[in-house]
């Protein structure tokens, strides 16, 4: 009885202590699509943009930075209200490799910091011609180290969208945006190590 009771204590400890190192290493780079494997990195260029073409005037600034190794942006800037909908955003354009990977992705995952604000990543695809793309909304605790990984079957089209069917071969590029419920004021969001997961 007493082999058979240190015996299942044993096994207790090496349970608890999987437990530990598996919630010790979510989050971080190891943990890099733990879903969907590790993925490839995207490959591109990152591209910031505003509200200005509408006549608005908020503002957005991108510097490159290190997180870890890995360079990362940090993008920062101001949304207003001089264009009613006012919104800032950036979006990576893949070389061609990326591209096509992209178009057969089942995931997509990249680190953050975030400010506790809503933002918006978005799967843009070619066939959606009023703005209305794909998108997934996510809110980081301010200043809290974090992966996202979102399947492609979580991109949904805002409700004002006219509706279109996600058609992957048609992809373009992802991009990030202030949610278009965003009141005004400042943010700051950090984003490095993104992937996508075939």
């Keep these: 009885m007493k082999n058979t009771k240190n015996a299942l204590l044993f096994a207790l400890s090496v349970m608890l ?10 989050g971080g780079a190891a943990a890099a699509g733990s879903e969907f494997g590790e993925g490839i ?4 260029e990152l591209n910031i ?14 510097e490159e930075i ?10 920062t800037g101001n949304v207003t209200t001089a264009f009613q909908y006012g919104f800032v955003g950036w979006m990576y354009e893949p070389d061609e490799a990326t591209l096509e990977a992209l178009k057969t992705a089942r995931a997509i995952s990249f680190m953050y910091v975030g400010d506790g604000q809503r933002m918006t990543v978005k799967y843009r695809i070619s066939t959606v011609t009023d703005h209305a793309f794909h998108e997934y909304n996510f809110t980081g605790e301010a200043g809290v180290v974090d992966r996202l990984e979102v399947p492609i079957r ?12 996600m058609v992957q071969a048609n ?15 400042p943010f700051e969001i950090t984003i490095w190590d993104v992937r996508i997961h075939p």
């Design 17 to 26: 202590c999987f437990a530990v190192a598996s919630c010790g290493s979510s």
């Design 49 to 62: 943009f505003s509200d200005v073409n509408d006549g608005g005037d908020s503002t957005i600034e991108m």
């Design 171 to 185: 992809a373009v590029d992802i991009s990030w945006q202030t949610h278009e419920s965003w009141r005004p004021g």
């Design 154 to 165: 979580f991109f949904q089209q805002p409700s004002w969208g006219a509706g279109t069917r």
């Design 41 to 44: 990195p995207f490959v591109g």
């Design 66 to 75: 290190e997180v870890d190794g890995i360079t990362a942006w940090r993008i």
